[in-house]
């Protein structure tokens, strides 16, 4: 209510510092795999600044769920993907697959159905079979990237780091488990997997579609700043709302 927010915020609006993007051992890429490498993670959360994280892994939210419990502060679940799309940069010709980030609200009663968003899943192994996003499904995929090893973790990361899915096919099964509205998609722009390259002239439809269902834009830049804010003076109001749609915060 909003004598409540009232009462916890007498100052009314406050800035907070968050980090949403810490990875964990669950995630493919991640170096440090020693028996204490989330209590690491914990004692550097307890001690930071930031007021709340995002646990941030790969196709997974284990590394939330087993850090939640180690940690004094509000943590919140992330999933990245890698996707299929190919952002084609304007000036190169080529470019690294689209990078997409979803921030799930943190209330205990959805975590069974963030698993059964990311089971709900498909993706196509090397013969062209639909695999879902199964422990299963996982290490026997895992098994055609390393033919012949046989150690589970290693399979497991190693088919993580192949797997990619459709944007908008991620988007429609998390409309289907009713989870569209209990998260944030948040778009790198001019970041690693980001879209700032793709050349506005060829593919502007496909940008601004992507851009219109971001929540939130990944940049660190000052022009996008206001760009996105619909503060430039470079564009005309009726070419933002046709191009964003509304204006998006930036985090970086």
């Known amino acids: 209510s909003g004598e409540g927010v009232m009462t916890k915020f007498p100052k009314g609006s406050e800035w907070w510092k968050w980090d949403y993007h810490v990875h964990t051992p669950a995630s493919w890429k991640y170096d440090d795999k020693s028996e204490n490498a989330f209590q690491k993670i914990a004692d550097a959360i307890n001690a930071s600044d930031c007021a709340a994280f995002g646990i941030n892994d790969y196709l997974t939210i284990d590394g939330y769920l087993k850090i ?46 963030i698993q059964a968003f ?49 944007f908008n096919a991620v988007l429609k099964v998390l409309r289907e488990k009713g989870l569209k509205d209990k998260c944030l998609i948040i778009l790198p722009y001019d970041e690693y997997g980001g879209i700032d390259g793709i050349n506005p002239k ?9 851009i219109k269902l971001a929540d939130i834009i990944g940049s660190s830049s000052q022009k996008e700043r206001e760009y996105f804010l619909g503060q430039s003076t470079r564009y005309s109001k009726e ?13 970086k």
Not at 92 to 98: D, E, M, R
Not at 202 to 210: I, N, P, T
Not at 239 to 251: R, S
């Open 68 to 113: 939640q419990s180690m940690v004094k502060k509000p943590v919140f679940p992330v999933v990245e993907f890698r996707m299929t799309n190919v952002l084609v940069d304007k000036n190169t010709g080529s470019g690294p697959k689209l990078n997409v980030h979803l921030f799930f609200s943190n209330e205990a009663v959805l975590v069974a159905k």
């Open 118 to 166: 990311l089971m709900a899943l498909q993706f196509d192994d090397y013969h062209g079979n639909k695999r879902n996003l199964t422990s299963e499904e996982i290490i026997d995929f895992g098994k055609q990237v390393l033919p012949g090893k046989s150690d589970l973790e290693c399979l497991r990361l190693a088919a993580l780091e192949k797997i990619n899915f459709d």
């Open 202 to 210: 060829d593919d502007g439809l496909y940008k601004s579609g992507l």
């Open 239 to 251: 070419e933002f709302e046709l191009w964003v749609g509304k204006p998006k915060p930036i985090i």
